[in-house]
């Protein structure tokens, strides 16, 4: 069993976009670990190159895929169909047309784009460190803190008008901080941005994710979000999930147990999860 009883995953990515395993193999993974149903969540198709998001060529056998899925393991394991939909304004959002008229069982919104959003490429915040450095200097004047408050400013819009089901890395801008190189979380324009744009998650209902990727993969060594952005969440009760970002079929529940004490210790005693009968809270 992993973790406590009935707890999932839903953020999971195949090899559909940047993750490696077949939804099959992911599927047998969560019999494995006791885990009762599973999300799928690839990187939504954008209209610009990336190396991590869905090639429009592979969308149809996604959908089909995890499908299939869904009814193979029915009455073993319940699988749901979901999208890691990016929020880019003008562009695409997880309420945009071309996202709802999937099909999905739910949907994890997620910033990784900051912009500009040219046709040849867009900056993004989770990539590697010289990229974040080139969007700071060429697209905010030199400034981080320009950067990471236009970061939260999306997250607020995304909230306010696409209400996903789930906030995917609600920090993701911490990626390429440590050791505080651009920024330091205490500093008081920080936790304004990050304290407006998690009012606005409240307002909008959604369910916030702590995400264990970053540790699990060790590209930021930490959760997303900060342990002090969680003490705020649970101030404001907001619902929590955990999930993993598993881009392997053997990481669907890494960190989860650490990342429930941190829930715990900072008075979560529940997380939420989809199940077939809709939005369940499931003891931590
Ligand atoms: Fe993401």
Known sequence: ??????????????????GRGEPHEYAESALRKGMPRLGFTGHNVVPFPTNWTMPAERLASYLQEIRSTRERYRGRLEIFLGMEADFIPGVTSPVAPRIRELGLDFVLGSVHFVGPVDGDHAWTVDGPAEDLETAIREGFGGSARRLVERYYRLVTMMAQTAAPHIVGHFDIVKKNNRDGRHFRE?????RAAVGHALETVRDSGSVLEINTGGVVRNTSGSFYPSPWILQEAHRMRIPVIISADAHHPDHIDGKFEEAAALLRGVGYREQRQLSSKGWIDIAL
């Open 186 to 190: 205490d500093e008081p324009w920080y």
């Open 1 to 18: 069993m992993t973790g406590g009883p009935g707890w999932s995953n839903y953020h999971t990515h195949t090899h559909h976009c940047d």
